[in-house]
């Protein structure tokens, strides 16, 4: 084998190191490096499960979110709905207020006008009794006493007043 140029013993040297290597790397290298593999895979497949789990909870919770809106719309319009029907009723309450505040004016206008006709019209009958007993005095002639000359003026007023 000399003649090919391929020394026996450099040829065993060169196997058993060969092999002595290969062991080695596989006990140093090799080993550890499909173990730290492994640990990486499971740790990607860990990742993948961790992620789709919370994917999962994440719609389930937007799902809790979405109910919970609307549940919170629909208190919200009941809300807005009573709120409408307390603004109307506190200005329909308002309005009747009003009104009877303004019938209670009204009347209170009325007997005050009826007041002031009464007043009125007892000054026009002194008036009209003075007057009355100056025009007399200024006709007739003579005085009667004034008790007489009261007496036929409220003779005289009680017979209007029958006329009116």
Excluded: C, H, W
């Excluded at 009104?99 to 007043?119: D, F, G, H, N």
């Excluded at 025009?135 to 003779?155: M, P, Y």
């Amino acid at each position: 084998m000399e003649k090919l140029g391929i020394n026996l013993g450099m040829l065993v040297s060169q196997i058993v190191n060969f092999t002595l290597l290969a062991v080695l790397l596989y006990l140093v290298a090799y080993k550890p490096i499909l173990r730290m593999l492994d640990e990486r895979s499971a740790r990607i497949k860990k990742g993948l499960e961790d992620a789709e789990e919370a994917s999962r909870k994440a719609a389930e919770m937007e799902q809790v979110f979405e109910q919970q809106m609307a549940e919170a719309r629909k208190e919200g319009q009941e809300i807005i709905a009573q709120a409408t029907k307390m603004s109307e009723k506190a200005g329909q309450d308002i309005l009747n207020k009003a009104r009877e505040e303004s019938t209670a004016q009204i009347e209170k206008a009325k007997e005050e006008i009826a007041r002031e006709r009464e007043l009125a019209m007892s000054e026009l009958r002194q008036q009209v009794a003075d007057l009355s007993l100056t025009i007399s005095e200024k006709v007739i002639g003579e005085t009667l006493d004034e008790a007489g000359q009261r007496r036929l003026i409220a003779d005289f007023l009680e017979q209007t007043e029958g006329l009116e």
